[in-house]
């Protein structure tokens, strides 16, 4: 069973302070996925990351993916009430048999004051 | 284009009553998913379908059952509802590449209790 570690559980801060959540595993994951789910609905696709060492950028988040793919980073710079969610981040497994299951984190408790 | 719908939003069970979740997709996606989440627990994969007639067992199958007659819906079924099924049940579905790079689309989940 591959397993996703996702830290810290619960984070909760000043709007404009910074911030990262990680997530880790002992297993490689073809790709990861991040996540953002809101009270009450599904989870939305932030980003996907698939090569390693790769980062990528959207507006204040920034996304990373381990050399070794087996672990990856969301940054949040400067964040505001409207960041406030569930963040997970989802490994997905290479080949053909892999049908796009996804392996999920935990998930990050994100909360930010004004 | 209202992307993956499930019903019904709210239920609440008895310990050994029986109920199906429905779940439906209008983008024509060969892939659909079943998840739970637990509080704390993240998202477990139950069931999954990579196109009507064909279905397979994820992470956590024991207590339910799928069918996948139509490409559009993929209803699961709880037989026998235990205090364990309390949880809320997300449908999913992505494009037919199934690949490592494809997006899941979520419905808004069912909040199920069962007492």
């Known amino acids: 069973t591959q397993l996703l570690e996702q830290s810290p559980q619960f984070l909760s801060i000043q709007e404009g302070e910074n911030l990262t959540v990680y997530c880790n595993s002992s297993s490689v994951f073809s790709s990861l996925q991040w996540y953002r789910q809101e009270p009450g609905e599904g989870p939305v696709l932030l980003v996907t990351?698939?090569?390693?060492?790769e980062v990528k950028k959207l507006k204040r988040l920034t996304f990373q993916f381990g050399d070794a793919r087996k672990d990856s980073s969301l940054h949040i710079t400067a964040a505001q009430p409207g960041d406030t969610g569930l963040y997970l981040c989802a490994g997905a497994r290479a080949g053909g048999t892999s049908y796009g299951k996804l392996t999920f984190g935990q998930g990050t408790i994100l909360t930010v004051h004004p | 284009n209202a992307g993956v719908t499930q019903t019904p939003k709210f239920r609440i069970l008895k310990i050994g009553q029986s109920m199906t979740l429905q779940c439906t997709q209008d983008?024509?996606?060969?892939?659909m998913y079943w998840y739970r989440q637990d509080p704390g627990m993240g998202l477990k994969l139950i069931y999954y379908?990579?196109?009507?007639?064909?279905?397979d067992k994820g992470e956590v199958p024991n207590g339910y059952n799928v069918s996948r007659s139509t490409t559009e819906d993929f209803p699961l079924r709880l037989e026998l509802a235990a205090p364990s099924q309390t949880s809320v049940y997300f449908c999913?579905?992505?494009?037919?590449?199934?690949?490592?790079?494809?997006?899941?689309?979520f419905g808004p989940g069912t909040r199920l209790t069962v007492l």
């Open positions: 990351v698939v090569t390693g060492g």
């Open positions: 983008m024509n996606h060969n892939y």
């Open positions: 999913a579905s992505s494009p037919k590449r199934g690949g490592r790079t494809d997006t899941q689309y």
């Open positions: 379908s990579v196109g009507a007639g064909i279905t």
